[in-house]
């Protein structure tokens, strides 16, 4: 019998692949367009979302019954055969032989490795994931199984850890099962521990019809867990929560000891036993707690959603409601499904001949699938919560379910109930509909004179713009209308420059418009308040300042039209046009407000254009922003703001013009000759003290002052600044000029002017003591002051000064003077005296070195040689130093040349060329000439080898201080090098 199994299921799979594999085929599992707009929720309505497939698979034996998880099917025969599938890997498949009992129920763990059958002799058998045979677990002989809660959390294929078991009597018990080494002959039992941990039948034996397991806190076994068991009956569904903080089994046992002796607050009963019942839990993808949860009762299914928020209430459920079987077709009444399958947004039901699928959001049914008789009854149905395929069964095929786009009608559902936020969500990428719902959602709050909010919806919809616009106006809603444009310009693309130019003008005029009506209204001021602002902040985007670029002066106009200064400043300073702002001020007399706005500008052609005003009316403030400003301005463009400028206004402050003009020559080193000269012409009007210091700090040097000399010496005149005229005269060596006008001061400032001329000038230094001395004779008629003068200035003299004294003066006062002045003339000639013979001792001396040169003597051999060619001395003219170095006439010409000036080589060559000429003529016409005519030729000719030898034979070439300066000298001549190293390459 096996052997004919397997050989049918070979031939299918040769046929056309595996029927069971992961995969997908057919039309079923075609896979739904997805694009937007209504022609795809068109060909979307076309494509059912639960399509069925028959599996390629028929069965050798009835089937009974089947479970499917992770991929893995367990489908149990009627001649008590197991077959195990997996669908990733097809051609590990295997039979296993059960008891001749019959089965009762099959429960599969979510990993697909362990298998629990319950028998209808109440014994239960174990199927590990490897096992080849199934194990009896003795220890729950005689109970019959209905329902069992997994650790969904287990992934290991030895051990199902921690579970619950629901009995045919109500009973729960808790047991771990372990699978075992198959190859030994001796076996444990597979279950570690059977322990009942609750009974739900004490009032009344009832089956436990469904259990669910879930671990909502603690990851380790060390860890406080909290476990929730939702368990139901055919007429009660319980809920459990509870902490576990032992290691120790039964582990759930500490769940249940608080309902020990009670019965849970938070059970659900419904009347109506149908004598059985089901619990399916929905849980989704990439989620660990589960969403939903469905109890098929005697009633209809009763469905809801998990709230673990708050763990300490009884009942973890909300949003549950009853949803009612559907009426037979044929007029039966209720007919009570045999199995149910929960998904995200839908409930299956399963009938002997048909599957019906209800939406759970509207309990609507929205399909029914229609089986064919020859396939037989529908025995089951069942769902692989992890890859999400849904399976159905007859005992002569298997069918399955492809789920395509289970959400795609979910968003027209919250629609119909007005929760469009949901529906959004459930639009997801389709703007088709996600534009239908926003339209329903802004005419709804619309129809609910939420005109505001009406607003933003309708900007995020494809509803055409006039259509909307005459909406508001027809209600008469400006502001929602404002709002509606605001977020349509916010949504509009930047390259759409001409929209985007008529919203804002639009908007520009609805705001003023607002704005007018509500500053005419006292009790309005919050409103407009925050009116107003929303206009400053709407004008302020970057979008629209851009946009407003080109359109500058449309809006100048509206707001000039609406009178609204404020406005209209404040757009001024948006776009930067400091010009117009500080115009407005200055006519409104606001000056500090206009030099605020001037410091926040970086045009500085408007500091030039608006100081002289400012100047005027706050010139103390305005010359600290110049300050601020440092090098940035240029102070001479500056000036004529200064001249508007009027101290007497402003007694007893600080001159701003010098205070700037200060901080330009001090701070910023400014040299200009303009700022220099105002500054000297503040100084000469205004303070005198710090001219003097200034003309000091500038020097007496007149190449280096930066102020023009005749025009401070103008304005100290006209100023009668006598002191500050002396300084400059002797700036501009107008020494007796200065000296002239310095007696008119103090003696003293005549003295240090006659002490300014070079030391070598001693014939002006005379000039001026002696104008000294003549003022202090003369004018002051003070002869001992005068002969202090003698004595301060040594270039003086008695008899300089003498013609100065009246004519009847008597002698006694200068008596000393004339002596003094007497001696010095004494000690003078006696010193001429001894210069004489020193000099006449001299020449003397050298009239006798002369004599010694003229018989000093040298022998020259024929051995010896030039020291530049290395020659024979004696073979051709040459030169004869007292060092001992010889060199040949023409050797030492060369040696010299290249050390000699441009000057002296030209003169050299004129010389050579000079003797040349005058030797070839003397050769040529000796006989022709007279003694006379010879004897002058060879005079020129010694003379011109007389300048010869003081051009080259000066000093020894070798010894001399030629080859001393020679030692900066380069080896090659930079002249050459570059030619050298062209050779060399």
């Known amino acids: 019998m096996a052997s004919s199994l397997f050989e049918q299921y070979n031939e299918a799979t040769a046929r056309s692949g595996s029927p069971f594999t992961s995969g997908t085929q057919g039309t079923a599992t075609r896979p739904a367009p997805i694009t937007s707009g209504y022609v795809t929720a068109t060909i979307e309505e076309d494509i059912k979302i639960f399509t069925r497939q028959k599996i390629n698979f028929t069965p050798p034996r009835a089937i009974t019954h089947m479970v499917a998880s992770n991929n893995m099917l367990m489908i149990a025969m009627a001649d008590k055969t197991l077959l195990r599938i997996n669908r990733d890997q097809p051609d590990q498949r295997n039979e296993i032989r059960f008891s001749d009992e019959k089965i009762h129920r099959m429960f599969l763990d979510p990993s697909g490795q362990h298998l629990i059958v319950s028998t209808e002799g109440q014994d239960v058998l174990y199927v590990g994931k490897k096992s080849r045979k199934a194990r009896h677990l003795a220890k729950m002989k005689g109970h019959l199984i209905e329902s069992v809660g997994w650790n969904k959390m287990n992934r290991n294929e030895t051990t199902t850890t921690e579970i619950l078991l629901g009995t045919s009597r109500g009973c729960i018990f808790e047991t771990l099962i372990q699978a075992g080494d198959e190859g030994r002959f001796f076996q444990q039992n597979p279950e570690q521990y059977w322990k009942m941990v609750y009974n739900l039948g004490k009032e009344s034996t009832v089956p436990v019809t469904g259990l669910h397991v879930e671990r909502l806190s603690g990851s380790s076994q060390t860890e406080k867990r909290t476990f929730f068991v939702m368990a139901t009956t055919p007429e009660r569904m319980y809920q459990f929560i509870g902490t576990v903080s032992s290691t120790e089994p039964p582990v759930f046992l500490q769940v249940f000891q608080k309902y020990e002796n009670t019965i849970p607050t938070g059970f659900l009963e419904l009347p109506g036993n149908m004598g059985y019942s089901q619990l399916q839990v929905y849980t989704p993808k990439q989620k660990a707690t589960p969403q939903s949860f469905a109890w098929m009762s005697g009633p209809g299914v009763y469905i809801g959603n998990f709230d673990f928020q708050e763990l300490t209430r009884d009942n973890l459920t909300k949003d549950s409601h009853l949803l009612i079987y559907p009426m037979d077709k044929e007029g039966g009444g209720q007919k009570k499904p045999i199995s149910m399958i929960l998904t995200e947004f839908h409930v299956l039901l399963l009938y002997s001949d048909r599957v019906q699928v209800i939406c759970t959001l509207n309990e609507t049914p929205i399909d029914e699938d229609l089986y064919q008789a020859k396939f037989g009854r529908l025995l089951g149905m069942c769902r692989d919560d992890i890859k999400g395929t849904i399976w159905t069964y007859s005992d002569q095929a298997v069918f399955m379910y492809k789920v395509t786009r289970e959400a795609r009608d979910v968003w027209k559902i919250y629609l119909g109930k007005g929760e469009f936020n949901l529906a959004l969500t459930f639009c997801q990428d389709n703007q088709a509909q996600r534009d239908e719902v926003l339209r329903k959602q802004a005419q709804h709050f619309f129809d609910q004179g939420q005109f505001d909010k009406s607003a933003l919806y309708f900007a995020s919809t494809e509803m055409s713009f006039e259509e909307v616009t005459l909406k508001f106006i027809e209600a008469d809603q400006k502001e929602a209308l404002r709002i509606f444009l605001q977020k349509k310009m916010?949504?509009?693309?930047?390259?759409?420059?001409?929209?985007?130019?008529?919203?804002?003008?639009?908007?520009?005029?609805?705001?003023?418009?607002?704005?007018?009506?509500?500053?005419?209204?006292?009790?309005?001021?919050?409103?407009?308040?925050?009116?107003?602002?929303?206009?400053?902040?709407?004008?302020?985007?970057?979008r629209v300042m851009e946009c407003l670029k080109n359109n500058v002066d449309t809006v100048y106009d509206l707001i000039a039209s609406h009178g609204d200064v404020t406005d209209m400043v404040y757009f001024a300073m948006l776009m930067k046009d400091f010009e117009r702002v500080i115009s407005h001020h200055i006519q409104g007399e606001d000056y500090h407000s206009a030099l605020d706005v001037l410091k926040q500008t970086s045009k500085k052609e408007l500091f030039y254009k608006f100081s002289p005003v400012l100047m005027q009316h706050i010139p103390k403030e305005l010359v600290s922003a110049w300050i601020m400003q440092d090098r940035a301005l240029d102070p001479k463009k500056l000036i004529p703001a200064l001249v508007q400028y009027k101290h007497e206004d402003y007694g007893g402050q600080t001159h701003e013009g010098i205070r700037y003009l200060e901080f330009c020559v001090t701070k910023l080193r400014k040299e200009e000759q303009a700022i220099h000269n105002y500054l000297?012409?503040?100084?000469?009007?205004?303070?005198?003290?710090?001219?003097?210091?200034?003309?000091?700090?500038?020097?007496?040097?007149?190449?280096?002052?930066?102020?023009?000399?005749?025009?401070?010496?103008?304005?100290?005149?006209e100023h009668k600044l006598k002191r500050a005229c002396v300084h400059i005269y002797t700036t501009m060596e107008l020494y007796e000029e200065a000296v002239d006008l310095a007696l008119q001061v103090d003696v003293d400032l005549a003295k240090r002017c006659a002490e300014k001329p070079d030391e070598d000038d001693e014939g002006m230094k005379k000039k001026l003591w002696l104008q000294i001395a003549k003022h202090v004779v003369k004018e002051q008629s003070d002869i001992q002051k005068a002969m202090e003068i003698l004595q301060e200035c040594t270039l003086l003299k008695i008899e300089d000064v003498l013609p100065f004294f009246p004519d009847f003066v008597t002698i006694d006062h200068f008596k000393d003077a004339i002596c003094s002045s007497l001696q010095n003339y004494n000690q003078h000639i006696h010193n001429l005296k001894n210069d004489m013979d020193e000099a006449s001792e001299s020449a003397e001396a050298i009239r006798g070195d002369i004599h010694n040169m003229r018989n000093k003597y040298a022998v020259v051999t024929g051995q010896h040689k030039c020291a530049k060619c290395d020659s024979l001395l004696l073979s051709r003219a040459f030169y004869l130093y007292p060092c001992g170095h010889k060199f040949h006439t023409d050797c030492l010409i060369s040696e010299v040349t290249i050390h000699l000036s441009v000057a002296q080589r030209t003169r050299l060559s004129e010389l050579e060329h000079q003797i040349s000429i005058l030797q070839a003529s003397s050769k040529g016409a000796h006989t022709a000439r007279k003694g006379e005519d010879l004897t002058a030729n060879r005079d020129e000719l010694e003379n011109l080898q007389n300048e010869i030898d003081d051009i080259v034979a000066a000093e020894c070439v070798y010894c001399g201080d030629v080859m001393i300066r020679s030692v900066d000298k380069p080896f090659i001549d930079p002249d050459q090098l570059e030619i050298k190293n062209k050779s060399w390459e």
């Not at 008529?502 to 009790?523: A, C, D, H, K």
């Not at 409103?527 to 302020?540: C, L, M, T, W």
């Not at 303070?687 to 010496?713: F, I, T």
Request: charged share 25%; proline share 2%; hydrophobic share 35%.
């Open 680 to 717: 000297v012409s503040l100084y000469a009007q205004h303070a005198n003290d710090q001219l003097m210091k200034y003309l000091l700090q500038e020097g007496e040097d007149a190449s280096r002052v930066h102020y023009d000399l005749k025009y401070a010496l103008r304005l100290c005149s």
């Open 490 to 542: 916010a949504n509009l693309p930047q390259e759409d420059k001409t929209q985007m130019t008529m919203l804002v003008i639009w908007l520009i005029e609805l705001f003023l418009n607002q704005l007018g009506t509500l500053r005419n209204q006292p009790s309005s001021r919050e409103k407009y308040e925050s009116v107003h602002d929303g206009f400053q902040k709407f004008i302020a985007q970057k």
